[in-house]
Nanobody
Framework: QVQLVESGGGLVQAGGSLRLSCAAS????????MGWFRQAPGKEREFVAG????????YYADAVKGRFAISRDNAKNTVYLQMNSPKPEDTAVYYC????????????????????WGPGTQVTVSS
């Protein structure tokens, strides 16, 4: 069982920066691929960024590639999302999610493959 709690959301100006954090419970954090998703009002939840359990591989949605960066610190059971040059269209509730624990690295962009979810944190980008 993994419990996730996001933090760091808030109001940011377009072109600024913001870092989201996600703290996870559990002793085998490095076995879980982690992802960030977001959901804007009236829209479906969408994949933003993901990282394998070891942190060796990252992957991004085209909409944020080159602007956002995902990272993790397995010693601290924490995953981060660095948001650089955010745009008003990045406004959404951001969710941290953990996939199924495996003894090998893998990644997935499908929300259906993520088992554990945080409650979400609101990010609002002003123009």
């Amino acid at each position: 069982q993994v419990q996730l709690v996001e933090s760091g959301g808030g109001l940011v100006q377009a072109g600024g920066s913001l870092r989201l954090s996600c703290a996870a419970s559990g002793r085998t954090f490095s076995m879980y691929p982690m992802g960030w998703f977001r959901q804007a009002p009236g829209k479906e939840r969408e994949f933003v960024a993901g990282i394998t359990g070891s942190g060796s591989t990252t992957y991004y949605a085209d909409a944020v590639k080159g602007r956002f960066a995902i990272s993790r610190d397995n010693a601290k059971n924490t995953v981060y999302l660095q948001m650089n040059s955010p745009k008003p269209e990045d406004t959404a509730v951001y969710y941290c999610a953990a996939g199924r624990a495996r003894p090998y690295d893998y990644y997935t962009m499908s929300p259906r493959d993520y088992t554990y979810w945080g409650p979400g944190t609101q990010v609002t980008v002003s123009s």
